[in-house]
T-cell receptor, first 113, second 110 residues
Framework: GAGVSQSPSNKVTEKGKDVELRCDPI?????LYWYRQSLGQGLEFLIY????????KSGLPSDRFSAERTGGSVSTLTIQRTQQEDSAVYLC???????????FGPGTRLTVT | LAKTTQPISMDSYEGQEVNITCSHN???????ITWYQQFPSQGPRFIIQ???TKVTNEVASLFIPADRKSSTLSLPRVSLSDTAVYYC???????????FGAGTRLAVHP
């Protein structure tokens, strides 16, 4: 079946611009996560949505970062006033309610020039 | 969340068995041990998860001693396509945020 999809696959933006990254989780998965992977920094957790509960935003690095999940499905990660240190691969993952296994998408490579 | 320690890199040859050991001294009673695999330019992929003793699936085996302070991922008869980064994670029973360490970079040679 269809896996987690993310768009765009690559995004180049100028410093100071806003960007939106999209994640389409696997249908029926109740949990959705965003992670970031930077060169030399490894994978870091950003935010977690579970059903209708308030999201866990503890991993967001600054208030320039925000995310929403509409209708319990698609999620958008927004980065305002992008900085060069925001350059990374942004990964989305979803999980069914019954297991711990997270299914990752291919990621969006963001380059801020 | 318990911190994990695993080797930075390992080398092996096709057809050999590879064992990657991870230490997690501060694992809590409700925690599970999970392993993910990541190929270049792809998101991580779940391999296996266990709580104690031994778990086996079509891809790997996971050995966890009684004290649960370490675990060993065993990959039987590796091939070139097993070249990847392998992450050991401890997942809290009631909270599934994944905290990734540096992982083990496995290189399989012909």
């Amino acid at each position: 079946g269809a896996g987690v999809s993310q768009s765009p696959s690559n995004k180049v933006t100028e410093k100071g611009k806003d960007v939106e990254l999209r994640c389409d989780p696997i249908s029926g998965h109740t949990a959705l996560y965003w992670y970031r992977q930077s060169l030399g920094q490894g994978l870091e957790f950003l935010i977690y949505f579970q059903g209708n509960s308030a999201p866990d935003k503890s991993g967001l690095p600054s208030d320039r970062f925000s995310a929403e999940r509409t209708g319990g499905s698609v999620s958008t990660l927004t980065i305002q006033r992008t900085q060069q240190e925001d350059s990374a691969v942004y990964l989305c993952a979803s999980r069914p309610g019954t297991t711990y296994e997270q299914y990752f998408g291919p990621g969006t490579r963001l380059t801020v020039t | 969340l318990a911190k994990t320690t695993q080797p930075i890199s390992m080398d092996s040859y096709e057809g050999q068995e590879v064992n990657i050991t991870c230490s997690h001294n501060n694992i809590a009673t409700n925690d599970y041990i999970t392993w993910y695999q990541q190929f270049p330019s792809q998101g991580p992929r779940f391999i296996i998860q266990g709580y104690k003793t031994k778990v086996t699936n079509e891809v790997a085996s996971l050995f966890i001693p009684a004290d649960r302070k370490s675990s060993t991922l065993s990959l039987p008869r590796v091939s070139l396509s097993d070249t990847a980064v392998y992450y050991c994670l401890v997942v809290s029973g009631g909270y599934n945020k994944l905290i990734f360490g540096a992982g083990t970079r496995l290189a399989v040679h012909p």
